[in-house]
């Protein structure tokens, strides 16, 4: 699959041509690998050197860069914990499903985060996602609702269980 076209102008004995594979940086900063394919099209003999007009394409697994991009666009990037629109589409793939959800915020977050500035108001939020996926149930599902808001979908767990986890969580 192509991706990226562009226009290569070489003139010999002054630049080396060759395929080669490097780096292709995507959103945030993620990585894939490519190949550049080169296709000479015109090839003129002159007295300076040969000069060769090719268009290079690079070569990308465009299902790779996909599973990337949905992956990046599905998480949220402080905590790495699924964002809301992943939520939303975990509660369309449960409607009609028996399941218990919990909306849980970090009381006086505020205070914290104007107090002691958005950087401390980060690591308490990191902290919480990272204490929270430790305590829940392996099938239990958490998001990071938005701000100082986060989600618990659990897919089966009786009420005293669910009271049980709601006083850990606090």
């Given at each position: 699959a192509t991706?990226?076209?562009?226009?290569f102008?070489?003139l010999?004995?002054?630049v080396?041509?060759?395929?080669?594979?490097?780096?292709?940086?995507?959103?945030?900063g993620s990585t894939?690998?490519h190949s550049v394919a080169?296709?000479v099209f015109?090839a003129?003999a002159?007295?300076?050197?040969l000069?060769l007009a090719?268009?290079t394409?690079?070569?990308?697994?465009i299902?790779?860069?996909q599973a990337?991009?949905?992956?990046?666009?599905?998480?949220?990037?402080?905590?790495?914990?699924p964002?809301r629109?992943?939520?939303?589409?975990l509660?369309?793939?449960?409607?009609g499903t028996?399941?218990t959800?919990?909306?849980?915020?970090?009381?006086?977050?505020?205070r914290?985060?104007?107090?002691?500035?958005?950087?401390a108001?980060?690591r308490l939020?990191?902290?919480v996602a990272?204490?929270m996926?430790r305590i829940?149930?392996p099938d239990a599902?958490?998001?990071?609702f938005?701000?100082?808001e986060f989600?618990?979908?659990?897919?089966t767990?009786r009420p005293e269980?669910?009271?049980?986890?709601?006083?850990?969580?606090?």
């Amino acid at each position: 699959a192509t991706v990226n076209c562009g226009l290569f102008l070489y003139l010999a004995g002054n630049v080396a041509v060759s395929p080669s594979s490097s780096p292709f940086n995507a959103v945030q900063g993620s990585t894939f690998e490519h190949s550049v394919a080169l296709r000479v099209f015109v090839a003129v003999a002159g007295a300076s050197g040969l000069f060769l007009a090719a268009i290079t394409e690079d070569l990308v697994d465009i299902a790779a860069v996909q599973a990337e991009l949905r992956r990046i666009a599905l998480t949220d990037p402080l905590t790495g914990l699924p964002n809301r629109a992943r939520l939303d589409e975990l509660l369309l793939q449960l409607r009609g499903t028996d399941h218990t959800v919990l909306l849980c915020d970090v009381d006086r977050f505020k205070r914290i985060n104007d107090g002691y500035g958005h950087a401390a108001g980060d690591r308490l939020l990191v902290t919480v996602a990272r204490r929270m996926r430790r305590i829940l149930p392996p099938d239990a599902h958490l998001a990071r609702f938005g701000g100082d808001e986060f989600v618990v979908v659990l897919l089966t767990a009786r009420p005293e269980e669910v009271d049980d986890l709601v006083r850990r969580i606090e």
